[in-house]
Structures are given as C-alpha cells and as structure tokens.
C-alpha cells in the first residue's frame, strides 16, 4: 500500500484511468484508489463505475472536481494537502490535467511545496500518436480546437509551419469541420489519421490525406476522436547566388558540361535547378 507521508505534508497524486478497456488499468492505479484519503473525480459515477470493475474499497472522502467547480474546489483540496493528506486526483479517462482538470491543483500544490507525482497509465495522446503512422520524433498536443469557425481558423493558421506531428483532441460532432479546416490551413494533400474509441470494442483508426479524412467524416462520427496530423515539410535549403554560382563554376573547371554542373550542385544544394541557372546566368555572376 501507498506509504503515509511522515512529515506532516502530504501529496497529490495524478493517476491516469483506462481510457477504454479496464483491463489497462494498473495495479498501482488500484492500490492508490484504497490509500488515498481524498479522491478528486471529475466525474464520481464513473469513479464508482470503476472501483466496482476493479473490485476496490475507497476508503477516503470522494469529492467531484469538474470544470464548473475546479476553481472553488482547489483551495480546499490544497488545505488537505497542507493537512498532510494523500489526495489522488482523477479524470474521466487518461491522465489528469491533460485536457481534463488538474492544472490548477498541480500549480497550487506546486507553488506550496506539497509533493506531487503520477501514476502513469492510458493516455490518449500517445496511443493515437503511436498508432497513426506519422513521424512520432518530435510531436506537439494542441488539445481541443476553439469552437467558433474564426477562432479555430487563426489557431490553425498559425500552425500552418509547424514541422511537428501534430495532436488534437475533438468532439464528434465536429470533427466533419476540424478536418475541412485544417485541410484549407495545411492542405487537403497533408496526411492525417483520425482514431475513434481507442482500446474500446469499435476502435477505428483511419489515415489518409485530411481531405479523404473530412469525406469519411461527412457520413458521421461517433465516439471519443483523436487526430493526428503530419506536421509541414521543412523549408528547401536556400544558398545564396554567388555561393551557387561558383560551385558550378569548380564543377565546370573539372570538365563538367555546364548543363551537368547545375545539375550536380542543385542535387547537392538540394535547391531547383531553376535557382542554380538563375544564379549562373545572374549579371555580374558569370565566370
């Protein structure tokens, strides 16, 4: 069992709940469910839902801590806390604080000294990352997009250059126009998988470009939907024309045809053709 803190303070665990099959849920998840002298659910029926599959007694005070009253409820969970008590906090599915309550319970604890740890566990995140089959060496969560076409429009604008694989959380309502916005933001042509009910009985991963993603979307959706969404190809490397010119130049003082010449040094350059002849024949460039 979770050992009582000796020092007066106590901790603040975050523990990560299955986001579809019980069966993921980890030992360490039930242990801490029995230990814990506070529960903070976002939802208290799932909670009980859950200790009931799991075969667990929770011992401590259960307390709701949703969006509507996370605000008001932080400072007494923080007295709880300070009182040197073990308070294992809990969303709906996955992690805690990840689109879900919790920040402001971690920054309060946080800023007070008090402990705070996880058990690690199911995260929607990193399953539909891992399953998408696009680059997963660099990723960035971006969470629910705003709700208004505008806003959701800018936010998307403004990761029109982002080089990351990108995650999002959506409603399935609305994820016909989340992809249609993001295909007008980064391209119909960039690649996309939309997961639905992951681990669940009717998991659905599917992939392609966002455009086939927001026609498959256009016949419904149903269920929890994570998207994952290729991130921009880098910018072509860029030489300047002098730079260019004289390394035609050397290839051309080796015996190369001029023809071939630019052709080698925007192989090389990894730069068009086109830019390495406009460099050549450039005035004042020509040797």
């Not at 319970?105 to 402990?115: D, M, Q, S, T, Y």
């Not at 936010?155 to 309502?173: I, K, N, S, W």
């Not at 992951?198 to 419904?220: D, F, N």
């Amino acid at each position: 069992m979770a050992a009582a803190p000796t020092d007066g303070t106590g901790v603040l665990v975050l523990a990560a709940t299955p986001i579809g099959r019980v069966e993921d849920a980890s030992p360490r998840l039930a242990e801490e469910l029995g230990a814990a002298d506070v529960v903070a659910a976002e939802d208290t029926r799932r909670l009980r839902r859950l200790t009931g599959d799991l075969g667990v007694e929770i011992r401590g005070r259960v307390t709701s801590y949703f969006e509507a009253n996370e605000q008001s409820r932080t400072g007494s969970l923080l007295e709880a806390l300070q009182a040197g008590q073990r308070v294992l906090l809990v969303s709906d599915a996955g992690m805690p604080s990840v689109s879900d309550p919790g920040y402001r319970l971690v920054a309060a604890a946080v800023a007070a000294g008090v402990p705070v740890t996880a058990v690690p566990g199911p995260s929607a995140v990193l399953t539909a990352l891992a399953v998408s089959g696009l680059p997963v060496d660099r990723f960035c969560f971006e969470g629910f997009l705003p709700r208004k076409a505008g806003e959701r429009g800018r936010r998307l604008a403004g990761l029109a250059d982002e080089q990351r694989t990108m995650v999002f959380f959506e409603a399935p309502h609305r994820t016909e126009r989340a992809l249609l916005a993001m295909a007008e933001a980064f391209g119909g042509d960039r690649r996309g998988a939309a997961c639905r009910e992951l681990t669940k009985t009717h998991e659905e991963v599917r992939r392609g470009t966002l455009s086939e993603l927001a026609a498959w979307a256009a016949e419904g959706v149903r269920g929890e939907v994570t998207l994952v969404v290729e991130g921009a190809a880098p910018p072509a490397p860029t030489a300047d024309p002098e730079t260019l010119a004289g390394l035609v130049a050397s290839e051309e003082a080796a015996g190369a045809t001029r023809k071939d010449a630019i052709a080698e040094v925007a192989r090389r350059s990894s730069v068009p053709k086109r830019a390495v002849y406009d460099a050549v024949h450039k005035p004042g460039t020509q040797r």
